[in-house]
């Protein structure tokens, strides 16, 4: 079994700034947030999952249930007091897992998490509030999976990050 991908992941979660988190509130933490959605509807709709949307466990939707002792491996995940990030942290994780073992829906979408992951590393947060979604001091409806999943791709390179609303 290769863990390559799951090694590396952990790695990166343990080097996330965690005293940085939620602090930085720019605009383009909306396209991160975007591409995620618009990668998870896509995912959904593929494999016709019946599973939340957009923010979810992917291993889980496929059924995957073992304990990979994130939490010991990642010891400040256990410490984070925003669900969100802790869980999304762990879902991260488990789908490397998925991609390193050879599971085909994990290695098609191999960087489904990538947005979410580039959104805490740069100390980013999403908040939730009447339906919509709100970061970098943009609203966004959550639209359905269908239409998400229709939607072009956002660039989330460094360059492509840097132009909505010109900021880091």
Known sequence: MNRYRFNEGIKR?????WGLSGSVDVPSN????????????LFIKTYDLKTPYPFFK???ALGF????????????LKDLKNAFMRVTCEAYLEWLYLVDNGNEPAIKFHDLYE????????GGTIRRHHGDIIAGGY???????????????IDISDEGLKTWGNNN
Request: aromatic share 6%; hydrophobic share 50%; charged share 20%.
């Open 115 to 122: 947005p979410l992951i580039l959104l805490i590393e740069r």
């Open 13 to 17: 979660i343990n080097n996330i700034n």
């Open 58 to 60: 992917a291993a889980n």
């Open 139 to 153: 609203a966004f409806p959550l639209a359905n999976a269908d239409y998400m999943s229709k939607q072009a791709p």
């Open 30 to 41: 909306m396209a991160l947030i975007q591409e995620y959605i618009r990668r998870a509807a």
């Open 65 to 76: 249930e073992d304990d990979l002792g994130i939490l010991v491996l990642c010891p400040h």
